[in-house]
């Protein structure tokens, strides 16, 4: 497909092909945050907006989330839109004790607005206390607007 330039030299999303990335919004969190939280309970800082250019765009999520258990149980981590969690995505789980990793995922949602969108990183455990940019190693919240 060639694109065409306006008259004022910009290239409207209109004009780029289905699958095409619109805009791309990053947060980084570099300040160690830990949860004895038994239920999902935002981080501070750990957020990202993104307000879309049509309806039928979809979001990428990207995290990658630096994460610590201290006891022999479950870290959870998952992505909430506005109010709505949308899954449990990540999960470090030890049986012999504290556990390290990193919670890494993906996922495409369907927002169907063009109003500013936000994007929180939620955490939790089973037991014990969960850590999230644990000795202050960095985690990423990308989001990825993808034309619809």
Same mark, same amino acid.
């Given at each position: 497909?060639?694109? !065409? /330039? ?6 409207? =999303?209109? @004009?780029?092909?289905?699958? *095409? %990335? @619109? ?6 969190? $570099?300040?160690? !945050?830990?949860?004895?939280? !038994?239920?999902?309970?935002? %981080? $501070? ?18 995290? =990658?989330?630096? =994460? ?12 909430? /839109? ?8 990540? /999960?470090?789980? *030890?049986?012999? #004790? ?5 919670? =890494? ?6 927002? +169907?607005? !063009? ?10 455990? #089973? *037991?014990?206390? #969960?850590?999230? +940019?644990?000795?202050?190693?960095? *985690?990423? @919240?990308? @989001? ?5």
């Amino acid at each position: 497909m060639a694109l !065409t /330039r306006l008259g004022n030299n910009q290239i409207t =999303s209109s @004009l780029l092909p289905t699958g *095409s %990335v @619109l805009q791309v919004v990053t947060d980084v969190l $570099s300040t160690e !945050t830990s949860t004895t939280s !038994t239920s999902y309970v935002a %981080v $501070s800082g750990f957020s990202a907006t993104i307000t879309p250019s049509s309806t039928s765009s979809k979001i990428l999520v990207l995290c =990658s989330a630096s =994460s610590y258990i201290n006891t022999s149980d479950a870290y959870l981590g998952t992505i909430y /839109r506005g109010g709505t969690d949308l899954g449990t995505f990540g /999960r470090l789980f *030890s049986t012999a #004790g504290g556990l390290g990793g990193f919670i =890494s995922f993906n996922y495409l949602d369907s927002p +169907s607005t !063009t109003s500013a969108t936000t994007y929180t990183y939620y955490h939790k455990v #089973g *037991s014990g206390t #969960g850590f999230v +940019s644990v000795n202050n190693y960095k *985690s990423n @919240l990308t @989001l990825m607007e993808i034309q619809g």
